[in-house]
């Protein structure tokens, strides 16, 4: 059993709202983490029962008899009927954590609750498994930049390299090797098609269309979106392409990171950066199978940004840490010159961290020459995260940090 860090989240918030929501992709953990949490008095049903379902959407009254609070209603965007009678219910009782419930499809189950249980819910999202709840530290504090003395990165480099491509699906992580590619397969199909198919406004679009759409983002992780461009290369329409992209962002299945822009008289990028959120899918729409296979890969680079950013989001949330992230590039009239360019910046409380991530060992202090791009006012230590043996300093504001330390 992996431990995970939102645990002690969810409980602390137990103890203030009435209805608690776990949120977030197919098959991160949702239902998992609040039956691990749940006492012996609290009730448990799946929507995805089709007696239950009818019950829900037919006889709100009865089925609340027979799953009396506290309880737990799995997969509740399948039956916005009950969303009426789950204010009712709380509303007569000054109970708190009288009910959990679970949801994917975000955009449609979100509408639902703000319309009926605003002031009585919290969300929690809920990411793939984190490297360091894997490492078996769930309780690592959320990452800002200090130096108190060097220490050995966690994982050697294989075992990084290997973690980027299995990536942080909880099955995944107990099936065999050779399994892992028909798992994805399946969850592109079942639960990712399907979920766009019977959306509010669903987009219709074929299978193989929609496994090539996912090859072509995977091939473009850590990429400024170009709806244009990605509309043109799988020969769906731009308007088609907005949609099924702002879905696989509402679903957790990519991130649209956006551009920092707090210096208004440079030229800076207006387009979000697209990141996979879990690494391991956008390493099997690239065929990659392994750590070597990674190396060999000529986004390997890209791939090792997003596994990144991603580990630094979670690590972020997972910990309550609201801190906002962004990422800096300047477009330069002149023809060749190197644009200004910061991978991410972590902004809390005013003060920008700016990060640069390397799939390298042996980073150099010029790695973060565009750091000083940032008002020295608001800047704070900067970080180099990378592949390196150990944490250490390059200089009195720029930290190393090996990646699987974060």
Not at 228 to 252: D, P
Not at 264 to 280: A, W
Not at 324 to 335: A, P, T
Not at 350 to 376: C, D, H, Q, S
Request: hydrophobic share 40%.
């Amino acid at each position: 059993m992996i431990e995970r860090t939102i645990s002690k989240r969810f409980i602390s918030l137990s103890q203030d709202f009435k209805v608690l929501i776990a949120t977030g992709a197919r098959q991160v953990g949702k239902t998992t983490l609040l039956n691990q949490l749940k006492t012996a008095d609290r009730s448990y049903v799946t929507l995805d029962s089709r007696p239950a379902l009818d019950l829900a959407r037919n006889d709100q009254e009865m089925f609340f008899i027979l799953n009396p609070v506290p309880c737990i209603i799995d997969e509740i965007q399948r039956a916005p009927e009950l969303m009426l009678k789950i204010k009712e219910t709380v509303d007569s009782d000054s109970r708190k954590s009288q009910i959990w419930l679970t949801g994917s499809q975000k955009p449609r189950l979100m509408k639902h609750v703000s319309e009926t249980l605003a002031g009585r819910v919290v969300e929690i999202e809920m990411f793939p498994l984190s490297q360091a709840e894997k490492q078996g530290n769930p309780y690592r504090p959320s990452f800002y930049p200090s130096f108190d003395g060097k220490a050995p990165s966690v994982w050697d480099m294989k075992e990084t390299l290997g973690n980027v491509v299995l990536g942080g699906y909880p099955e995944l992580q107990f099936i065999q090797p050779g399994s892992r590619a028909d798992w994805f397969s399946s969850y592109i199909s079942t639960y990712l098609l399907g979920d766009i198919r019977s959306s509010e406004n669903n987009v219709d679009i074929d299978i193989d269309d929609f496994h090539r759409l996912l090859r072509i983002l995977a091939a473009r992780t850590a990429e400024p979106i170009n709806y244009s461009s990605i509309a043109a290369e799988a020969g769906i329409s731009a308007y088609k392409i907005k949609m099924l992209i702002s879905r696989l962002a509402s679903y957790g299945i990519i991130y649209l990171l956006p551009p920092y822009s707090g210096n208004t008289l440079k030229s800076i990028v207006r387009t979000p950066r697209m990141h996979f959120t879990d690494t391991g899918l956008c390493c099997h729409l690239l065929g990659i199978e392994d750590a070597d296979g990674l190396l060999k890969h000529p986004l390997a680079g890209r791939i090792f940004e997003s596994y990144a950013v991603g580990e630094l989001i979670r690590n972020a949330r997972n910990n309550g840490d609201f801190a906002q992230f962004y990422f800096y590039r300047e477009e330069l009239m002149k023809k060749g010159a190197e644009e200004p360019e910061i991978d991410l910046i972590k902004e809390k409380s005013g003060v920008l961290y700016p990060i640069e991530i390397k799939l390298n060992a042996t980073p150099v202090l010029g790695m973060a020459r565009w750091f000083e791009r940032l008002p020295e006012d608001r800047r704070g230590m900067g970080t180099i995260v990378c592949m390196g043996k150990e944490k250490t300093m390059l200089s009195r504001d720029v930290l190393v940090m090996p990646v699987s330390m974060i």
